[in-house]
């Protein structure tokens, strides 16, 4: 069985975590990371827009600001996401180019990869599916959502799985002017998004989905996870990243 170092639940602020998975990437590059799975959570909560989406457009950096939300851009595509400290594990993936989880075909890569999410949600009793492009879904709702980037000569594949969600909140925080915000819209929103404490109606703790997901990728994907870390070389980039890149205006201002 193939070994991936694994990089078990850690959190930090948003840009840490998205400087720590490019540094990973840029070692890997040079020969200098084997395949890595991480968790980790985000404190303070914060939003993610793709790296494609301008920042003014899709969130209310005001709001957030006055909330103490940290706002970002990923090096990955999609859309605006809102990761709450207490309401979901993001997940990311690190592999050399030509790995076999990284075949050619996008869509193929996502599924594969996407096994992991849908075996762990079994381990905890609920159906998942894989939905494309790249959602995980449980009846016919979006538990997970997913980003992948193909640069470094690596594939990053990340993603968050949802504990809980208030969709109040996420309508705070994203581009919706309040006036806007209507019982029908918030209703339909949870017709389309679930969670994992929705679907099992009941307390499931953070440490419950950690233990799942590590049983989750290990088996879907046929890897041995080895309890590993960063080496300095990669949390020097890391902090290079955070400081000159990921938390800059330049950066997460720049569409």
């Given at each position: 069985?193939?070994?991936?170092?694994?990089?078990?639940?850690?959190?930090?602020?948003?840009?840490?975590?998205?400087?720590?998975?490019?540094?990973?990437?840029?070692?890997?590059?040079?020969?200098?990371?084997?395949?890595?799975?991480?968790?980790?959570?985000?404190?303070?909560?914060?939003?993610?827009?793709?790296?494609?989406?301008?920042?003014?457009?899709?969130?209310?950096?005001?709001?957030?600001?006055?909330?103490?939300?940290?706002?970002?851009?990923?090096?990955?595509?999609?859309?605006?996401?809102?990761?709450?400290?207490?309401?979901?594990?993001?997940?990311?993936?690190?592999?050399?180019?030509?790995?076999?989880?990284?075949?050619?075909?996008?869509?193929?890569?996502?599924?594969?990869?996407?096994?992991?999410?849908?075996?762990?949600?079994?381990?905890l009793g609920i159906r998942g599916?894989?939905?494309?492009?790249?959602?995980?879904?449980?009846?016919?709702?979006?538990?997970?959502?997913?980003?992948?980037?193909?640069?470094?000569?690596?594939?990053?594949?990340?993603?968050?799985?949802?504990?809980?969600?208030?969709?109040?909140?996420?309508?705070?925080?994203?581009?919706?002017?309040?006036?806007?915000?209507?019982?029908?819209?918030?209703?339909?929103?949870?017709?389309?998004?679930?969670?994992?404490?929705?679907?099992?109606?009941?307390?499931?703790?953070?440490?419950?989905?950690?233990?799942?997901?590590?049983?989750?990728?290990?088996?879907?994907?046929?890897?041995?996870?080895?309890?590993?870390?960063?080496?300095?070389?990669?949390?020097?980039?890391?902090?290079?990243?955070?400081?000159?890149?990921?938390?800059?205006?330049?950066?997460?201002?720049?569409?």
């Amino acid at each position: 069985m193939e070994e991936f170092r694994f990089i078990d639940l850690e959190t930090h602020n948003a840009y840490q975590n998205m400087a720590t998975d490019e540094a990973i990437m840029l070692a890997m590059k040079e020969g200098n990371a084997s395949p890595t799975l991480r968790l980790y959570r985000w404190k303070p909560s914060a939003v993610s827009i793709g790296t494609f989406q301008g920042m003014l457009d899709e969130v209310d950096v005001e709001f957030c600001q006055s909330r103490g939300i940290d706002f970002i851009r990923r090096i990955t595509g999609g859309g605006a996401v809102y990761h709450d400290y207490e309401g979901e594990v993001t997940y990311s993936i690190i592999i050399p180019k030509g790995h076999r989880l990284a075949p050619n075909d996008i869509l193929d890569s996502y599924r594969l990869i996407c096994g992991g999410i849908v075996e762990a949600l079994g381990h905890l009793g609920i159906r998942g599916e894989f939905k494309p492009i790249n959602d995980v879904d449980v009846g016919g709702k979006k538990i997970s959502g997913n980003a992948m980037t193909r640069r470094h000569d690596c594939v990053l594949q990340h993603g968050t799985i949802l504990l809980d969600l208030d969709v109040n909140l996420m309508f705070s925080i994203l581009k919706v002017p309040q006036e806007k915000i209507s019982d029908k819209m918030i209703a339909d929103v949870r017709e389309r998004v679930t969670s994992i404490r929705d679907v099992l109606k009941r307390d499931v703790q953070i440490s419950e989905l950690q233990k799942a997901l590590i049983q989750g990728f290990s088996e879907a994907l046929e890897i041995e996870l080895a309890q590993g870390k960063l080496s300095s070389a990669e949390e020097k980039t890391a902090r290079r990243l955070a400081e000159e890149k990921y938390s800059t205006s330049e950066w997460n201002f720049s569409r």
